[in-house]
């Protein structure tokens, strides 16, 4: 007889009731077809996956409309009639694990229905406007809001998915219940992901789950979300590295648990010593969290030492403070690895103390200590905002959120699709800084955040004035970096403005939105002025009477204006050209025309213009010379100016020598690109960066790749600092800007800017 097995040790228990990463779902060899899953037994398993779903749903809030609900079970099965999923599962399964998930968020009743709802306008022939006389409009509203924008058109996937997260933005600042019922649908499909045949499909929708709605889950604090999320879009993206982590942390799981439940006796006699009522977990790492630790410090598994953790949740702040005396007390702790969020919270309301401390056997454990409140909210974020009632605060919740008041104000002067992805992208990232203002007021900024980006942190007009920086007293640029902890103090002048330069400068998407509406505005005013004064010069020529001048139908019935601003921007700005307005008003003159300024320097009108890469609006075999103040480069805005004797110079609009030549306004005509193919133009760059080995070749590699040729570098190095200029050739704008993005990216980079200067 064999001796009695030992018993197992008992489980190490884990905090909350939040939601499971499933275990890894296999795909069949074959999958039922539809018509093979039709008949009276799929009646029958509906019939049973509805009776299960309303009692699910019940069991957890009591208090919900069944009648509601068991109408809008009924109408989503009907409307989903004959639609299978890739797991050749009735399609109605899909709404109804969302309405589960829904209810495990504590949503209320009408964002439930929306749920089950949530693609029958998508997919069926139901529209919203049925779903609103069914429903109402609050769920109406919820359908509508996470609808995806399909009829576009010949537009491309990008736009289109720019589009529909333009859409959800919007109506997420409304009423947060959208992105709720969008975590939802994206967990569940992302749960069952395993069934899609097609690779590429699957991999895409993985990789937007990792870069959008990972990201926002941890922007509305809900923790459980995110990490199962990342878990589920690492093993599509990496499925070798994944394969081969779940390999290592199933091998050292036994291990693990036992050193956990090593500490948990010691920590709980520390606390109970300390007369410290607390409730203390092992707390498991998430694959992806481990993976990226092990990206970002470039090292091995076995190498990642704070792989074992711990929670501490106790009643009061007090007592958070109090733990973390005691854990001090019993083991060593790291100094640089404390952070208080309790103090500092994260932008989306995050609490807790971080803390990491040198356990037995000299193996690093990290522990969190929280109130219950703030566990509750770093597991369910925005959710644990509202309890199960109807009439939910989640529209005041949205309408408070200053993100996302922010995203939705910045959105709207983003109208490339592309640009608007790539901020959104960038704006989730969730990385943070805490940089202290001389009264000690803690602002919070995304990592990589400038001492300009922190000007407009405090104040918008405060960043629009802003001429330079003091970091712990000391002066620095308004490219650098910020660090946490740093006190800044901000110096401005009432002389300064923005320029182009600066949105190379910044990272803040809200900096990023003021500079870019100060330049759009002024270069606005800028050019209605030009082309009210270049007007007025042609009407006084010509000699028009004054009644004439007043009379804007001519202008409205040849260019299709509507008023006088817009002609004189469109003047000004170079769309319309003086030629075919002088056209216009020639007509309206009693006399044959004078010549024009320019013709009496000794410029001539040819019958068209010389093909070149500049074309002067109306006139032609004219020298042209770049400014070699500002280096334009096709793409630019661009100015001409009238000299004496050596023709036009071309200038960027936001050229400072080119502004103080526009107060000649007789010599100010429009000027437009007409650019040959292989035509190159010099542009100068200043790179400032950590200096450290291999940096210059790195940086000579990007401009390797994108095809830009270097024609001169200078680089002075200062202490630990250097700083690289370089004159290179560029066909366009769109070629010099990819090449200053990759170069934000080369390690060590801290800004890159385009010089108004030569190298």
């Not at 395993?194 to 889950?217: C, D, F, G, M, Q």
């Not at 190498?303 to 001090?328: N, S």
């Not at 949205?398 to 109208?415: A, P, R």
């Not at 020298?623 to 100015?639: E, K, M, N, Q, S």
Request: glycine share 6%.
């Amino acid at each position: 007889m064999s001796p009695a097995a030992s018993p197992s040790p008992p489980p190490i228990p884990t905090p909350g009731a939040g939601l499971k990463l499933p275990p890894p779902i296999e795909v069949p060899d074959s999958l039922p077809s539809p018509e093979e899953m039709k008949g009276p037994e799929i009646e029958r398993s509906l019939d049973r996956a509805k009776e299960n779903l309303l009692a699910y749903i019940e069991e957890r809030h009591p208090d919900c409309d069944t009648a509601l609900l068991r109408k809008a079970v009924d109408f989503t099965v009907l409307a989903h009639k004959d639609q299978f999923r890739h797991s050749g599962m009735p399609y109605a399964e899909h709404p109804f694990e969302v309405a589960k998930l829904l209810a495990d968020f504590n949503m209320d009743t009408v964002t439930i229905v929306a749920g089950l709802l949530h693609d029958v306008a998508e997919d069926t022939l139901h529209g919203v406007t049925e779903i609103r006389e069914e429903f109402g409009e609050e769920v109406a509203f919820l359908v509508e809001a996470v609808t995806k924008i399909t009829a576009l058109g010949s537009r491309s996937r990008v736009e289109q998915q720019a589009e529909t997260f333009r859409k959800m933005l919007v109506s997420m600042a409304k009423d947060l219940r959208v992105i709720m019922i969008k975590f939802a649908d994206r967990l569940h499909n992302m749960r069952t992901l395993s069934y899609h045949r097609n690779e590429e499909k699957r991999r895409a929708i993985a990789a937007e789950t990792l870069e959008v709605y990972a990201p926002l889950a941890h922007r509305f604090g809900l923790g459980q979300v995110k990490w199962e999320l990342e878990d589920l879009s690492f093993k599509y993206l990496k499925p070798d590295a994944y394969k081969s982590l779940v390999h290592k942390v199933v091998e050292k799981r036994l291990e693990r648990e036992e050193y956990v439940r090593s500490i948990l006796g010691p920590a709980k006699e520390a606390l109970a010593k300390a007369g410290l009522e607390a409730q203390v977990f092992g707390r498991p790492k998430h694959l992806y969290s481990i993976y990226s630790k092990m990206q970002s410090r470039n090292c091995q598994f076995e190498d990642i030492y704070d792989l074992h953790a711990l929670r501490i949740i106790v009643k009061t702040v007090g007592d958070c403070y109090a733990v973390l005396g005691a854990m001090h007390a019993l083991w060593s702790p790291l100094q640089s690895r404390f952070k208080d969020y309790i103090a500092t919270p994260k932008s989306n309301h995050y609490q807790s103390l971080h803390t990491t401390v040198i356990g037995p056997g000299g193996k690093a454990i990290e522990v969190q200590i929280r109130t219950h409140e703030m566990d509750l909210v770093a597991e369910q974020g925005i959710a644990a905002h509202w309890g199960y009632k109807e009439g939910s605060s989640s529209r005041e919740i949205g309408k408070e959120n200053t993100w996302l008041k922010q995203v939705v104000e910045w959105q709207k002067d983003l109208t490339d699709s592309e640009e608007f992805m790539e901020y959104f992208r960038r704006d989730l990232a969730p990385s943070e800084i805490f940089v202290n203002t001389p009264k000690g007021q803690i602002i919070q900024l995304p990592q990589g955040a400038t001492a300009l980006d922190f000007a407009f942190a405090l104040h918008s007009e405060l960043g629009l004035h802003c001429v330079g920086a003091r970091v712990d007293g000391v002066m620095v640029p308004l490219h650098r970096p910020l660090q946490s902890n740093e006190r800044v103090e901000i110096l401005k002048s009432d002389s300064q403005h923005p320029s182009q330069d600066w949105l190379s400068i910044v990272v803040t998407t809200k900096a990023k939105h003021h500079i870019r509406r100060w330049l759009r505005t002024e270069e606005s005013a800028h050019s209605i002025q030009l082309g009210k004064e270049m007007m007025e010069r042609e009407f006084r020529q010509a000699r028009v009477a004054s009644e004439h001048q007043a009379d804007l139908a001519p202008f409205t019935a040849k260019f299709g204006v509507q008023n006088w601003e817009t002609l004189w921007e469109k003047l000004g700005h170079g769309e319309l050209s003086l030629g075919a307005v002088s056209a216009v008003v020639q007509e309206l003159s009693p006399m044959r025309p004078k010549p024009s300024m320019l013709s009496r320097i000794g410029i001539r009108r040819p019958s068209k213009p010389v093909v070149d890469s500049v074309l002067v609006s109306g006139l032609g075999n004219m020298l042209i010379r770049f400014a070699t103040c500002c280096h334009p480069v096709p793409g630019d805005r661009i100015i001409g100016y009238v000299t004496r004797g050596r023709g036009v110079s071309v200038h960027r609009a936001n050229c400072p020598e080119g502004l103080n030549l526009t107060r000649d306004k007789e010599r100010i005509v429009p000027v437009q690109w007409s650019v040959d193919a292989g035509q190159t133009f010099d542009a100068h760059l200043e790179i400032t960066a950590k200096d450290r080995s291999g940096l210059l070749r790195d940086l000579t590699d990007v401009f390797s790749k994108v095809g830009v040729n270097v024609e001169r570098a200078s680089i002075v190095t200062l202490r630990d600092q250097v700083r690289n200029r370089f004159r290179v050739q560029v066909r366009d704008l769109d070629q010099i800007e990819e090449t200053m993005e990759r170069l934000r990216k080369v390690p060590s980079v801290y800004a890159v800017s385009r010089r108004t200067s030569g190298a």
